[in-house]
């Protein structure tokens, strides 16, 4: 007998890189009957429709929830209250509602409250993505060996919370329960942090003069590339997180100035063994994510590009660092 699939009807809202990566591997690894999808952009759906990453799509987001048991709201942060409104009243008794935001006690705050009583809500934010966006940027691999962390409310339905775990394990996450202000917190050292530093180093660099630009761009570094690329996501996502997560990126950035400026007075002051312990003990954490599997060395620029195998992937940056070394 064949087995039956997770979910009978899955309704994904928002068909950008994560929504359509989610809708991929839904389909490949037939975690359920039927994907509905909706997205506000026109083009975005039409695109979405030649690519047939949904079996069908509704032509409103009440339609496209109606009889699913799992909606996943897959948009900015900054959209959700204005979609969980207008979803509201197609959504279906005993229909699981979820997202993939990087800011959870906003989406608590923006969505809760037009649920309704019937309608079970556990926010979730699968900790994986690339710079590009758009339909064609998703691939069925994306959550391949990340972490998903799911972020349930106080007295959140525990089958509930259940089915959605066996969803992203079998998407090929690793999921954690954590509360929703400690994630946002720990999102803001992990993500959100460095993703404004980014922005702030890469528009520097579009301030100099002209000529200056130009040879940053023709001469740039391994760092300064890096920094590009993450400088190149999504603008309208990454301002919806800012202004959500003001309170635990304004802490750490606090905190970060400061070690900033110790740095500064450091190399103003030729106090080398100070650098020298630092860079030190920053190398450290750069092992502990080659040591937990999260260092993310495949080209993801490709889509459909699959993973390489983990110990692979710890062999090339192993083999980088002592590159390094030498």
Request: glycine content about 8%.
């Amino acid at each position: 007998m064949k087995e039956q699939p997770l979910f009978k009807r899955v309704a994904i809202l928002g068909i950008g890189l994560i929504g359509s990566s989610l809708a991929r591997v839904i389909r490949s690894r037939q975690l359920a009957g039927e994907i509905v999808g909706f997205d506000a952009s026109p083009s975005v759906e039409a695109r979405a429709r030649e690519l047939e990453l949904c079996d069908r799509f509704g032509k409103t987001a009440a339609d496209a929830v109606s009889g699913a048991d799992l909606v996943m709201l897959c948009v900015p942060v900054g959209a959700n209250a204005e979609l969980a409104e207008a979803m509201a009243g197609g959504l279906t008794a005993g229909a699981i509602v979820s997202d993939v935001g990087s800011v959870k006690r906003a989406v608590i705050r923006d969505v809760g409250p037009f649920l309704p009583e019937a309608v079970h809500f556990v926010p979730g934010h699968p900790i994986a993505g690339t710079e590009h966006s758009g339909p064609d940027a998703g691939f069925a691999d994306l959550f391949e060996n990340r972490y998903a962390i799911l972020t349930p409310p106080p007295g959140s339905d525990e089958e509930a919370i259940a089915k959605l775990r066996a969803l992203w394990e079998a998407c090929g996450s690793h999921v954690e329960i954590m509360e929703a202000s400690h994630h946002d917190k720990v999102l803001a050292v992990t993500s959100h942090l460095p993703h404004l530093i980014a922005y702030t180093i890469v528009g520097t660099a579009f301030d100099l003069e002209a000529s200056e630009r130009q040879e940053v761009i023709r001469y740039s570094a391994g760092g300064f590339r890096d920094f590009t690329r993450i400088a190149g996501s999504d603008p309208v996502m990454w301002r919806d997180v800012f202004l959500n997560n003001r309170e635990a990126v304004l802490e750490m950035l606090q905190r970060f100035s400061e070690d900033l400026m110790a740095l500064q007075r450091a190399i103003r002051w030729g106090e080398g063994q100070t650098l020298e312990d630092l860079f030190r003990r920053t190398r450290e954490i750069r092992r502990g994510v080659i040591e937990m599997r999260q260092a993310g060395t495949f080209d993801a620029r490709e889509p459909g590009k699959v993973p390489p195998p983990i110990q692979e992937a710890e062999d090339v940056q192993e083999a980088a660092a002592e590159k390094d070394d030498a």
